[in-house]
């Protein structure tokens, strides 16, 4: 008798452990089997869109003082590119890259000349440990070619100033000012150099204005409207875009803008005043996906629970069943394009934005705006209200931490790209997180790490996504891949 139960009971714990081991395996092949098809590849293609950019020290768009020449900035495979485009042929001119991994913010010196014979664009240089002090190159192009004429090695901060259509000056390390003069043969020669006080030549040194601009903005009931002037006493004129727009500039009779129009990706895009003709100047896509579905959002105006009007967009799952119920991601930002939604839309998502028309205006309405939104979101029978998702990025992300504490039971989890601020786990009910940052700053590097620990240990499981050589904003379409992979990853298994 004993020796059988000792058999029967041997037999009894290897067919649980089998039974537990099938058990997993049929639940990961369910988990797989309800995986949208190839998101992975999905994620790939959104992420690999070249996204317009803005240099920190320079506007995203600089066209020339005519408009007929323009500077723009673009994602390359490993940092940001600077770009010039001829409008007389239509064609854009790749000039340099910076890497990201060495990205300062620091170009600084963008700016065309009188007349737009030339322009001037200064980057970091490349790192020299036997210089003692860090430099950046100053590059002179030609304004009808974008041909480079000439480079002049300078301090990372010195000063730089058009004279003429033909003459330049910029500081050296004594805060000096060097002269330089085209001469008829086409050659650059430092012609003087003038003292920053006392002999008051410095007058002379006068910056060259920037270019008028009579372009303004506004977000009408989720659509962007331009009021343009062609000139200070001109009658204005309207134009719509149908579409995200992020920055914009007017030059002569062209206003230049970076966003998508509201069924494609991001470019750069000039629109002629006099005609009202639009042109893609850059796109960040050409040809067609392969597995992704671009996902056209649906757009609002509601009251929200301040009494103002707000308007909203919203990208359903790029195949919705009937009677099916999907998570619901949810947030208030710029309406501009991010690859985020559409990569949550074809994760079997739906992506929801109450709109701002800018960065920071708007953003204290961002608890009220948010909640108003979900209240007439929560009403759609294909929305899963026990799988909703708060999305932050950058500064939102504080606002979205007092609003988890404010109602802790009503959400699953939280999105928060490059945050400021995350979530006190004493306060949230929260499940899952998604975080994705940078590593370059070293000590928010480690708060995130210590943070995803304390997560674990009172039951929240943070999905951690740690970009080596990335600052608060991605400048790179490998950067930028990797987290729309990481995104839907995260978005598939929860």
Same mark, same amino acid.
């Given at each position: 008798?004993?020796?059988?139960?000792?058999?029967?009971?041997?037999?009894?714990?290897?067919?649980?452990?089998?039974?537990?081991?099938?058990?997993?395996?049929?639940?990961?092949? &369910?988990?797989?089997?309800?995986?949208?098809?190839?998101?992975?590849?999905?994620?790939?293609?959104?992420?690999?869109?070249?996204?317009?950019?803005?240099?920190?020290?320079?506007?995203?768009?600089?066209?020339?003082?005519?408009?007929?020449?323009?500077?723009?900035?673009?994602?390359?495979?490993?940092?940001?590119?600077?770009?010039?485009?001829?409008?007389?042929?239509?064609?854009?001119?790749?000039?340099?890259?910076?890497?990201?991994?060495?990205?300062?913010?620091?170009?600084?010196?963008?700016?065309?000349? !009188?007349?737009?014979?030339?322009?001037? &664009?200064?980057?970091?240089?490349? !790192?020299?440990?036997?210089?003692?002090?860090?430099?950046?190159?100053? $590059?002179?192009?030609?304004?009808?070619?974008?041909?480079?004429?000439?480079?002049?090695?300078?301090?990372?901060?010195?000063?730089?100033?058009?004279?003429?259509?033909?003459?330049?000056?910029?500081?050296?390390?004594?805060?000096?000012?060097?002269?330089?003069?085209?001469?008829?043969?086409?050659?650059?020669?430092?012609?003087?150099?003038?003292?920053?006080?006392?002999?008051?030549?410095?007058?002379?040194?006068?910056?060259?204005?920037?270019?008028?601009?009579?372009?303004?903005?506004?977000?009408?009931?989720?659509?962007?409207?331009?009021?343009?002037?062609?000139?200070?006493?001109?009658?204005?004129?309207?134009?719509?875009?149908?579409?995200?727009?992020?920055?914009?500039?007017?030059?002569?009779?062209?206003?230049?803008?970076?966003?998508?129009?509201? $069924?494609? !990706?991001?470019?750069?895009?000039?629109?002629?005043?006099?005609?009202?003709?639009?042109?893609?100047?850059?796109?960040?896509?050409?040809?067609?996906?392969?597995?992704?579905?671009?996902? *056209?959002?649906?757009?609002? *105006?509601?009251?929200?629970?301040?009494?103002?009007?707000?308007?909203?967009?919203?990208?359903?799952?790029?195949?919705?069943?009937?009677?099916?119920?999907?998570?619901?991601?949810?947030?208030? *930002?710029?309406?501009?394009?991010?690859?985020?939604?559409?990569?949550?839309?074809? &994760?079997? &998502?739906?992506?929801?934005?109450?709109?701002? !028309?800018?960065?920071?205006?708007?953003?204290?309405?961002?608890?009220?705006?948010?909640?108003?939104?979900?209240?007439?979101?929560?009403? $759609?029978?294909?929305?899963?209200?026990?799988?909703?998702?708060?999305?932050?990025?950058?500064?939102?992300?504080?606002?979205?931490?007092?609003?988890?504490?404010?109602?802790?039971?009503?959400?699953?989890?939280?999105?928060?790209?490059?945050?400021?601020?995350?979530?006190?786990?004493?306060?949230?009910?929260?499940?899952?997180?998604?975080?994705?940052?940078?590593?370059?700053?070293?000590?928010?590097?480690?708060?995130?790490?210590?943070?995803?620990?304390?997560?674990?240990?009172?039951?929240?499981?943070?999905?951690?996504?740690?970009?080596?050589?990335?600052?608060?904003? *991605?400048?790179?379409?490998?950067?930028?891949?990797?987290?729309?992979?990481?995104?839907?990853?995260?978005?598939?298994?929860?």
């Amino acid at each position: 008798m004993n020796g059988s139960s000792k058999h029967d009971s041997r037999w009894t714990g290897i067919g649980l452990a089998a039974g537990a081991v099938l058990f997993v395996i049929g639940w990961r092949l &369910c988990v797989i089997a309800s995986q949208p098809a190839h998101w992975s590849a999905i994620a790939t293609e959104i992420g690999s869109i070249p996204l317009p950019k803005e240099e920190l020290n320079a506007q995203e768009v600089v066209p020339s003082n005519n408009g007929h020449g323009l500077i723009f900035f673009k994602e390359t495979e490993t940092g940001l590119g600077t770009y010039f485009w001829d409008a007389a042929i239509g064609k854009s001119k790749f000039l340099f890259e910076q890497r990201e991994k060495w990205y300062a913010g620091d170009l600084g010196i963008v700016a065309w000349s !009188p007349g737009d014979t030339f322009f001037a &664009c200064a980057f970091k240089s490349d !790192p020299d440990p036997g210089r003692q002090q860090p430099t950046r190159d100053i $590059n002179i192009y030609d304004g009808n070619t974008g041909e480079a004429e000439m480079k002049i090695t300078a301090l990372w901060d010195s000063r730089f100033t058009w004279l003429s259509s033909n003459s330049f000056a910029y500081t050296r390390y004594n805060q000096t000012w060097l002269v330089y003069e085209q001469k008829s043969k086409g050659n650059w020669v430092q012609t003087q150099v003038v003292n920053k006080f006392g002999d008051g030549r410095l007058n002379n040194l006068t910056p060259v204005s920037p270019h008028a601009s009579y372009a303004d903005l506004n977000l009408v009931n989720g659509q962007y409207v331009f009021t343009i002037k062609a000139s200070a006493n001109s009658e204005p004129a309207h134009f719509v875009w149908k579409g995200t727009v992020e920055y914009y500039k007017q030059a002569g009779d062209y206003l230049y803008f970076t966003g998508n129009p509201i $069924n494609g !990706p991001p470019g750069v895009w000039q629109y002629n005043i006099k005609s009202g003709e639009v042109q893609c100047v850059d796109s960040g896509f050409e040809g067609h996906f392969q597995y992704a579905k671009m996902v *056209t959002p649906i757009s609002g *105006t509601i009251t929200n629970a301040s009494g103002e009007q707000m308007s909203y967009h919203v990208w359903a799952p790029a195949h919705v069943s009937p009677g099916k119920k999907y998570p619901l991601i949810i947030g208030q *930002t710029h309406y501009m394009w991010y690859s985020y939604e559409q990569v949550a839309a074809n &994760c079997d &998502c739906f992506f929801a934005f109450a709109d701002r !028309p800018s960065w920071w205006d708007g953003l204290s309405h961002w608890t009220t705006d948010v909640t108003s939104l979900y209240a007439i979101l929560a009403k $759609n029978p294909n929305i899963d209200t026990n799988r909703v998702f708060l999305f932050a990025t950058s500064a939102e992300s504080s606002q979205l931490s007092g609003f988890v504490a404010e109602d802790p039971g009503l959400w699953k989890g939280v999105i928060l790209f490059d945050p400021v601020a995350e979530p006190d786990l004493s306060e949230a009910h929260l499940s899952k997180m998604f975080i994705a940052s940078g590593t370059f700053d070293e000590n928010d590097t480690k708060a995130l790490i210590k943070y995803q620990d304390e997560a674990a240990k009172s039951g929240v499981a943070v999905r951690l996504g740690l970009q080596d050589g990335v600052q608060h904003i *991605t400048r790179s379409i490998a950067s930028e891949r990797e987290r729309t992979r990481d995104f839907a990853r995260f978005l598939v298994e929860n």
